[in-house]
């Protein structure tokens, strides 16, 4: 029988302390959600573990196998997307520029960083829980706004993310009602680190 040994480094809790004081959300609101962030990034852990003992064990066709292994890109996507939610964040935030080259590469595709923001933001507001997100394709380096569902339906193969905005109502519901999303949304955009977001650019 073929002898399985699979290396697994746990991926580490990274530090958004520093997000204390956006504006519009409360600290709270991030203190919450940061922990919710947490447990992703401790569930995939869990399921890399699980699923390793398993092959290891050679039960790769039980249910179970199978329930870890879909489980995967829930959990470990959401430990990624809110590393990005969060890493595109920062009190006070900052102005994106016309002749920037995000905002340059935003115009190339939506007529001006307004109409783009308001697609983005009407993405961000359709109903259920999910993820509004600009994404830029690795073949045509072209821009595009996208909805995931939960964390895991609707990622395109190998796009980039380059703005990640989280429409859980976790994300939110302390702050404003379910049907103020919206302002939400402008919240979100009152503290965007556009630098960090441009860096995440192709070349
Ligand atoms: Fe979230």
């Known amino acids: 029988m073929l002898q399985q040994k699979i290396q697994y480094k746990p991926y580490a809790e990274k530090d958004f302390s520093s997000l204390k004081g956006l504006t519009g959300i409360s600290d709270k609101t991030l203190e919450i959600h940061l922990g919710l962030y947490s447990g992703y990034v401790k569930n995939t852990n869990i399921l890399n573990e699980q699923i390793i003992e398993l092959t290891e064990q050679g ?31 920062k ?5 994106l520029k016309d002749t920037s080259k995000l905002g340059n590469a935003i115009q190339q595709v939506y007529s001006s960083i307004e109409v783009w923001k308001n697609d983005f933001s009407k993405v961000g507001s359709m109903r259920g829980v999910g993820w509004s997100i600009l994404f830029q394709d690795p073949f045509t380096k072209t821009l595009s ?19 990640v905005m989280d429409v859980w109502e976790h994300a939110f519901l302390l702050d404003y009602k379910p049907a103020e999303r919206p302002k939400y949304i ?8 556009w630098s960090a977001v441009e860096s995440r650019l192709l070349a």
Not at 68 to 82: A, D, I, Q, S, T
Not at 91 to 95: L, V
Not at 186 to 193: C, G, H, L
Request: hydrophobic share 30%; glycine share 12%; no cysteine.
């Open 186 to 193: 402008e919240a979100f955009f009152s503290n965007v680190d």
């Open 145 to 163: 706004n996208h909805w995931i569902t939960l964390h895991e339906e609707g990622n395109v193969a190998g796009f980039v993310p380059i703005l």
């Open 91 to 95: 009190p006070g935030g900052s102005e």
């Open 59 to 89: 039960k790769t066709g039980t249910p179970v196998y199978s329930e870890l292994k879909r489980r995967y890109g829930f959990e470990y996507n959401g430990m990624r997307l809110h590393e990005y939610y969060f890493g595109n964040l």
